[in-house]
């Protein structure tokens, strides 16, 4: 079991940025994030293959940046120019091979406890 702990939400205001992070115990295939905000579905965000392609939801194309440190067995999640409704629990997933389909959280075989993010209008 790979144990995965995510960490650097917080509060900010509108227009600010966050970075989130995101630790594995153990080497991985692709990580991604994804989030939930208050009264909906989790969503996807963000993926990155350990090849180092990646992929964006539409809501954050422009403004996210996800990467990832193979040796270290990290994925980040830089956000710029947050919105309101960015707010939302932000859950680092992982999986022990790749799929192929990415942006569903079936694909994922670790989770993480999640990180919080308020972005402040």
């Known amino acids: 079991q790979v144990q995965l702990v995510e960490s650097g939400g917080g509060l900010v205001q509108a227009g600010g940025s966050l970075r989130l992070s995101c630790a594995a115990s153990?080497?991985?295939?692709?990580m991604g994030w994804f989030r939930q905000a208050p009264g909906k579905e989790r969503e996807f965000v963000a993926a990155?293959?350990?090849?180092?392609?990646?992929y964006y939801a539409d809501s954050v194309k422009g403004r996210f940046t996800i990467s990832r440190d193979n040796a270290k067995n990290t994925v980040y999640l830089q956000m710029n120019s947050l919105k309101p409704e960015d707010t939302a629990v932000y859950y680092c997933?992982?999986?022990?091979?790749?799929?192929?389909?990415?942006?569903?959280?079936?694909?994922?075989?670790?989770w993480g406890q999640g990180t919080q993010v308020i972005v402040s209008s």
């Open positions: 153990g080497r991985t295939s692709s």
């Open positions: 997933a992982a999986d022990a091979y790749y799929r192929g389909n990415y942006d569903s959280d079936s694909a994922y075989d670790y």
């Open positions: 990155a293959r350990w090849s180092g392609s990646t």
